[in-house]
């Protein structure tokens, strides 16, 4: 069965940088857009970060100019790397895999990872 397994996540402080990583199984990794999102307290759930098949990638928000979404075939699994964190970055986060880049884009994505808390403190 597909699974999507996260880590990586923690406590940091401001300013510090975190990876978060989402190991597939269970599909032919390659074919999938995958993504990034996350929930804040009192938020609803963001897109970060997508990336396609071909390698393509996408970031958006008002962390794009702080994030880098990657992909390591031979490892089936993807990352996205944080730099410079805030407060407000405390979150759950999510990995997202999809046949279509669409189900990234509306958040309908097939599979889902199970979460992982990042918490950054002051």
């Known amino acids: 069965q597909v699974q999507l397994v996260q880590s990586g996540g923690g406590s940091v402080q401001a300013g510090g940088s975190l990876t978060l990583s989402c190991e597939a199984s269970g599909y032919t990794f390659t074919d999938y857009s995958m993504g990034w999102f996350r929930q804040t307290p009192g938020n609803q759930r963001e897109r970060l970060a997508a990336i396609q098949p071909d390698g393509t990638t996408n970031l958006e928000g008002p962390v794009k100019d702080r994030i880098t979404i990657s992909k390591d075939n031979a490892k089936n699994t993807l990352y996205l790397q944080m730099n410079s964190l805030k407060t407000d970055d405390t979150g759950m986060y999510y990995c997202?895999?999809?046949?279509?880049?669409?189900?990234?884009?509306?958040?309908?994505?097939?599979?889902w990872g199970q979460g992982t808390q990042v918490n950054v403190s002051s």
């Open positions: 997202a895999a999809d046949p279509r880049i669409i189900g990234i884009w509306y958040g309908t994505a097939q599979y």
